[in-house]
Every structure is written in structure tokens, then in C-alpha cells.
């Protein structure tokens, strides 16, 4: 089993719709995520981080972490097409970032 | 605050030859860490330095190695390039001190080419 797990889509939703992106991670000793977002031939940008179980929310993205089922997600809300990338997520194990393979998002317009 | 940097943003090389990719870190980092991305596929951690000294290597043969300078800045060196190194090299920059709950913030990245 990969340590992070996430669906490579592509997902394509509509303008204005709420977008749910998901991974599962293997090792609990862990609780550290990431979620960085990555347009075409550039770097990732950190979007969110969280720290063991809960949500947070910044404007319209909101990051879970469900310990209980080892799931993390990550919300956008009224997506633009702007919003248009890959969505990597990632878990900090001792400072070594362990990485999904990342979800290709398109917002239609 | 200037963000993390790194050169060239691109590089052609054969087989066999030996590349040298460079990053300067996020003002107020010390640690640097090294990732490659292949296409279609998440970032795979290369190796860390913090401080100047390696600080944790990910699953790459010996042929990978780094370095760190007393500025913080960092280069990766591949000798022996094979056809599957091609990939874009990630470098990313943290504070340092807060072991596993660092925040990584990465640069452009180099995209290397092997013929």
C-alpha cells in the first residue's frame, strides 16, 4: 500500500460548483498535512496545512482530516477557473514530505 | 521576503554526463530540501540539508548528492545522468526547529532533460 493515496482524476466540475479532493495516508504516526497546489511546468504553492484531526478554513478552501479513517480532504468552495491545477497532498514524516500523486482538476466555465 | 529560486529553469543533457542544479532559499530558512517529480506523479523527497550538513536522503543511489553553503543556499549534483532522471527538480525551503511539523515552501523548479 503507497503511504499516500490520491485519486490522479482528471476531475471536471462547473463554475460556481464545490469541489471535494481527497487522500488516504497508511502511517498514523504522522499528523502533519499539506496541501499544495501545482499549475503546469511550476512549482507546488502551499495552499493549506493542518495539524492532526479537525478543519480549517482560508476564504474558500477548507482542509479535514479525519484520523479515525486516515482521510484527508480538501474543499473549494464557488471554484474558478482559475482553480484550474493539480492538487497535491502531502504528509510531513520528519520533515520529509511524502506526497500523493496529485488530482488534475478542470473548472469548466 | 524573497521566495525560493532556483537555476537553470531548464537543462538538456545526455546520458552519462554529470548536472549540477542550484536553489537559494526563502529568507529566514536554513533548511533545503530536495525533491523530483516525474511526469504525471507526485514530488519524491531526495535528500535535506539543514545547516550545511545532510539531514535525511530519501530512496536515490549515491550518485545523487548535495550541498548546502553557509548562506543557506544548496545545489544538487546527478553524475552518471540515466534516461529516467528526466524530471523536474524541486527545491523547497522550511525554518528549520520545528522537527515534522515544518512548512516546506518550494521554487520553480529545474526541468532536466536526459537524451
Known amino acids: 500500500q503507497k503511504e499516500v493515496e490520491q485519486d490522479p482524476g482528471p476531475l471536471s466540475v462547473p463554475e460556481g460548483a464545490i469541489v471535494s479532493l481527497n487522500c488516504t495516508y497508511s502511517?498514523?504516526?504522522?499528523?502533519?498535512f499539506m496541501w499544495y497546489r501545482q499549475y503546469s511546468r511550476k512549482g507546488p504553492e502551499l495552499l493549506m496545512y493542518?495539524?492532526?484531526?479537525g478543519n480549517k478554513e482560508d476564504g474558500r478552501f477548507t482542509a479535514q482530516v479525519d484520523k479515525s479513517s486516515k482521510y484527508i480532504s480538501l474543499f473549494i468552495r464557488d471554484s474558478q477557473p482559475s482553480d484550474s491545477a493539480t492538487y497535491l497532498c502531502?504528509?510531513?514524516?520528519?520533515?520529509?514530505?511524502?506526497f500523493g500523486k496529485g488530482t488534475r482538476l478542470h473548472i469548466l466555465p | 521576503e524573497t521566495g525560493v529560486t532556483q537555476s537553470p529553469t531548464h537543462l538538456i543533457k545526455t546520458r552519462g554526463q554529470q548536472v549540477t542544479l542550484r536553489c537559494s532559499s526563502q529568507?529566514?530558512?536554513?533548511?533545503v530540501s530536495w525533491y523530483q517529480q516525474a511526469l504525471g506523479q507526485g514530488p519524491q523527497f531526495i535528500f535535506q540539508?539543514?545547516?550545511?550538513?545532510?539531514?535525511g536522503r530519501g530512496n536515490f543511489p549515491p550518485r545523487f548528492s548535495g550541498l548546502q553553503f553557509p548562506n543557506y543556499s544548496s545545489e544538487l549534483n546527478v553524475n552518471a545522468l540515466e534516461l529516467d532522471d528526466s524530471a523536474l527538480y524541486l527545491c523547497?525551503?522550511?525554518?528549520?526547529?520545528?522537527?515534522?511539523?515544518?512548512?516546506?515552501?518550494f521554487g520553480p523548479g529545474t526541468r532536466l532533460l536526459v537524451l
Open positions: 529568507s529566514g530558512h536554513n533548511t
Open positions: 540539508y539543514y545547516r550545511e550538513e545532510e539531514n
Open positions: 493542518t495539524y492532526s484531526s
Open positions: 523547497a525551503s522550511s525554518r528549520g526547529g520545528l522537527a515534522g511539523r515544518e512548512t516546506q515552501y
Open positions: 502531502g504528509q510531513n514524516r520528519d520533515d520529509k514530505i511524502i
Open positions: 502511517n498514523s504516526a504522522f499528523q502533519y
